[in-house]
């Protein structure tokens, strides 16, 4: 079996505090559904961390079921959805948008995953009648799929341009955290101070076992979420699991130090990769993913080795995934492997 | 908060066993999306204890999920689905099967939960042209909502009459493992030996945290299930632990020791419940369903001190259930409260 | 082949005054989608017959499109619809409320095709927090599909019950002229002036060619519905020759005529066939259809000359419709056919 | 109110020789929902028009209607369709395919409205377990929406690549006849012969009122269609009113008639008005559009005269559509109006 350690960060295990939390919240029984302290405690933490004190808050296990969730919670049936080509929305979620939220998805050209003000302004359909949808709301990943990060200054400018143009902002922030800790602010910096509407926030990347958050960060939002949540098969029964999850990486700075770490060492794997010879990043690392160009003849004898995603099989770049867990041999051995491949020498070893 | 122990069978934790089987695969780095050894292992488990060596098997962490996904995967968009006027499938799952598996349910009426094939037979629509759609599923739930169950023969019967109608039979198996106990039969025989298509296999009632799963029993159905499951958002990404929870339960005995814990504490209650005065049941108990009339006056005071559902509100019944947890205390504790309310000495104490 | 006179109303050709009209309207070039005079003539007659004038119209070509612009127009997704359960939403449309419009249809126990505030009242589910959908509108059929009216006080108590419980009123009208004949009233007797919301109103069957409107009499319903319209494929593009047919049966009487002769020739009808031995009325004849409970030997034998729909294969009731061009000699030949089927000499020849 | 001679080919009213034809079905009682001579009718001279004897022949009203039942009949709900990024279908149907077809669009960049082999092979998403849509069907517009067509080879080429992928090649052929008279060819060529599979065969745009034809031509497509025409709306009870439409285009000559007069007055169009000063074409003439390119200050004041959509506002390109009604006065008037407005004396009057 290869070896699962870079493939993604969801190939990682479960932070340590975040188990003990599922066993902690494993006493006697609990009303079901979210009515219980777990989930309350969690919904708690998460509007005091995005400075949100009315923001609602939809506890759901899954990463898709949460952008389902929440884009079929703020539009209609003939509303349109804006994001980028590059987006998980438009690209991994098997139409999940389209066939289970039930909106139209309109791609955005991107560059390095991102999105400009620009680039969404000439994406909007003109006034066309009847004969298209509407864009209702535009959407965004930060961090984005190519590991790229939004500042605060260009998340409120995207928040104006979707306003101007009658639509909500929404944050795919399945890695919200590492943007966070790249740019070196808050999660309120990125999301309610900068004029977002509604976020997918993040944890089963993040140290999580099985938990995101849906989160309506303007008031009024999301009438009906709990119905949505459970017509998309979004709503769990022993929701407490799901509210101790989130309650341990958000009450305290578990978040935080997750993926500090991870970033760290997707640093640090930047810095040793590129010393293998051939290989060369494919952009700069922000966050906990390292794109790497790969020599012709080293991409596939090491992915007998190594599991990982062939981002772009024309240009034979490799995406790599930091997790929290992530140690400096788990480094070294990816970096070894590819060496002894090269038939370098290992200096370090 | 009122007391949740009765509410439901997923107001009950998760079992030590199962819970320590989740600490276990917290192991390292492991492929995402069930490409990990937990989720082969749980693959084996139900193969083997549904007697179903080629069956297809698919994890999901949630109950209604794992209906939408069973139904959405062997239908087309003009199919219909038939079930009982009292299935979870049309009274609990704010409308899935219509908007998210996709079909037309076609409802039968039920006594006590059960269909028999002469009521299945009169809901067939006429042949209808193109103006009705085609019912292609018959769906029962074992147990049923009214904790009934299905002998083998009874469940042979409607898959008789299912099969010579065109239709695959599906059972709704959340408390497949009650009904089981309670008939002194195996899962197998109440499905791959009766002639049942597909399974939604249950396990969180039982004594997991979020682990169900669809298991299609006869070759070739379920083409393309994958994607149903991503696409309905039912694919968890942390998957081994799915795996984990799936394979506690039914590599071993786990299963039948919960449901028969469950069952014997329902008989345990029944029994004591019946001793306060005006208290009767409603029909007598099959598996880890009470269903019990109660009093005009106990009704709400009840309401009070423990939380239930009200089955049917014009005759108050009200639905309690035991678990894999349920202790003698806390049978006690309820039939106590009930008697204090009613102003009766509780001789026992 | 079949005679098709008696076989529904659709088998009826167009009114001589709606061709006129439709070759009226081929007058050189129109804009398309419905920014013609025909269509906007269309729009004020059938707010004048209506009484409402503030009403949105959305002409489209089919009474299922209708029905399902309607209830698509002003549910969400997790909403439901009530009907009878013979309600030909229910029975006759594919799934398409379900399907295409998107919505739950949960089903109320008819009498004859009718509802009464009794029967809705406890057909309404509980207050299930996230687990049911919401009911969002009540439709009734208006003539019912068997035939039986409400009058304006039935529909108007129908409608308090709606509003009570937070449901619009929608009357699935495709024959709705039939009634309004039947009663001696108008058709805002039997819609704005009794509290109904929204109406599907039939042309096709009332002598048109292919002409429904949906009609939201409440200011405000209906955001949207243009959008919707074109979504569920019901935007006609030369709508002109769709304006000019309801143009010519709502501007005049010609909408009362046709009904009038339809309903009258069905009173014919029924004194008629009720002479044939062993052939009796299924319930009393209102509107332009005709259910008879036919002998056991004489079912398939008629079926081989006429063509009409088994209504109830056990009762052996057959339903037969009358139309607009319903002539004597059509009813003539239909009850000879029967008595010489029976061996009886038909005196009146 | 704005001439509305050139605003597109569905402004044009419907041609005597099909009004005629319609008139003349209007001949006492038929059966519904196409049991009727003129839809047999039509079927027969559609398969032989295609050169396609066992093909599936479906007659709706409306061109989206038509098709969202090819892709809808022919796909599952967890299948893509790729189609030019100009498509109607993505462009011009208000989000049908995805929310009313139920299939994810994945869009293929075109040059001047035309696919390649070369921009569908890369517009193939990798085999991406599932994460993502299975490309089940490749739609190409024939006529373009930029008025370009595809020669039967280009066709051929498309099929094979569309074939190779496990694809199904759809036609939109709402101007096919357009297509093939512009290539002197037979529709057959077009279609049957080059490997298409399906068709959405237009009428409407030719001179019908409201008439259009899904073809299944490969044999065993489009199972279940007849539910899925109900379903989706676009069953007409009195369809055959829509038979005897397609019956006069495609049993003789007509549809070649009113194509070639159409295309001819493009050409007549497109010579005259690159004579008024600062106008030129966008691009060639092929079939009945004509783009040309308006000066900066003729295009607003020529809009209040005739209607005409801006098909891309930044270079001031508008799309005139000629028809089968299209006179040389027609043609007159627009240059006249165009010559006036830029101050020249017109020449010819």
Redesign the interface.
Known sequence: ?????F??D?????HPEV?AA??E?????????GADPWTARAEVAIRRVLDAPEAGVWLV?????AN?LAL?AVT???D?VLCADTAHLH??????P???A???LL?VPAVDGRLTPRAVRAAI??R???????PAVLSITQATEWGTVYTPAEVAALAEVAHAHGMLLHVDGARLANAAVALDTSLAALTTHAGVDLVSLGG??NGA??AEAVVFLRPGLGK?A?????????????MR?VGAQLSALYAGDLWWRCAAHANHQAQALSRAVVAVSGVRLALPVSTNAVFVELPVDLCAPLAEHF?FE?WD?ARRIARWMT?W?TTEGDIRQLVGTMRALRGEVDDEE
Chains 1, 2, 3, 4 share one sequence.
């Open positions: 079996m290869r070896d699962a350690r493939a993604s969801n190939a990682a295990g479960v188990m599922i066993v919240a494993n006493d006697g029984a609990a009303l079901a559904y296990p899954s990463g898709t079921g389902v079929r209609g049936r003939i349109g690209r991994s979620e098997t139409g999940a389209e066939l289970t039930g909106v139209k791609t359909p003109p066309d009648g009847d004969h298209a949808v509407r089963t990347k076992l099985a009906g709990g119905r949505h949540r459970k017509q998309i098969t979004q709503l769990v029964s022993k699991f599991a062939l099989p997790a867990d």
